[in-house]
């Protein structure tokens, strides 16, 4: 079982308390999660991705990095191996051209199904599948669904990405999802303007306001929204989710299972759902 980490925020923010200096944060969780890490960030909408097969918490590298990060946007992600050894191609998060993307969970099924998955990603995007995980696969599902819509390079809003998302969790499950154990899909991607994510059976946890901001008298986009609930389609001044609600000033809500939320470039929020029930099964 592994951990995710995401952030958007109206303003570049350090995020070391989230990756290192709390006492629940990213890196400590990697003692128990220690088959690799990996960060993403985005400066002027291009995304760096450093990502390692060590365990975070003794990696000088991702001390050195949570210490430096600002960014508008981060993915963070520690590796707990289901599939696939540990090996830099096998750490989250994947990358292609804008979009990141990681997972926590596992496809059951996926040594008997990965080629009916693979068959889902369009030919011109299978060749850049490198590592064995079942996440990297779905990740190129996903991609391959945005394509439909339109050409990766041009762009696309908050409910285009939900929407392949949610098509992406249906194409998948419908091909692997038999027997007694379905899989378990929870997902998280962004471009940097936007960030989505699904809780498909690993917890996942949402955060758009603090009880008081330490930085209320200094920030310069202090606002209401920073320290009240946001409803569904309003803007806020930050938008965080975790594996595991981390201690300090935000206040946490856990998504449940089949739920969908996403920030778009505006800082608009925006939920959905996908209907488990209504799911369909491979025979």
Known sequence: MCRLFGFRSV???QVHRSLLAAE??????????PDGWGVAFFIDGAPHVTR?????????????????????????????????????????PFQHG???FAHNGDIGTFGECREKLVAEVAPRLRRFILGETDSEVVFFVFLTQLTLIRPLA???????????LRTTVRSVRAIADYGEKPSSLTLMATDGDLLIATQG??????????????????CPSLSPACEAPAPDGTSVNHFVL???????????????????????????????HIDRRALPLAG
């Open 11 to 13: 303003i570049p923010s």
């Open 154 to 164: 041009e762009g696309h809003d908050v409910e285009e990405a939900l929407a392949a």
């Open 98 to 100: 804008r979009w990141v």
């Open 52 to 92: 390692s097969p060590l365990t975070a918490v003794g990696d000088a590298l991702f001390h050195r990095l949570s210490g430096v990060v600002s960014s508008q946007t981060v993915l963070a992600h520690v590796r707990k191996a289901t599939r696939g050894p540990k090996t830099v191609f096998n750490c989250h």
């Open 242 to 272: 975790s594996s595991e609600p981390l201690q300090g000033e935000s206040v946490w809500t856990p998504l449940g299972p089949g739920d969908m939320v996403g920030v778009d470039a505006t800082m608009r929020i925006h939920k959905s």
């Open 201 to 218: 059976g690993r917890e996942l946890n949402l955060s758009t306001y603090k009880t008081r901001c330490s930085d209320r008298d200094t």
């Open 24 to 33: 629940n944060a990213l890196g400590v969780q990697s003692s128990e999660h």
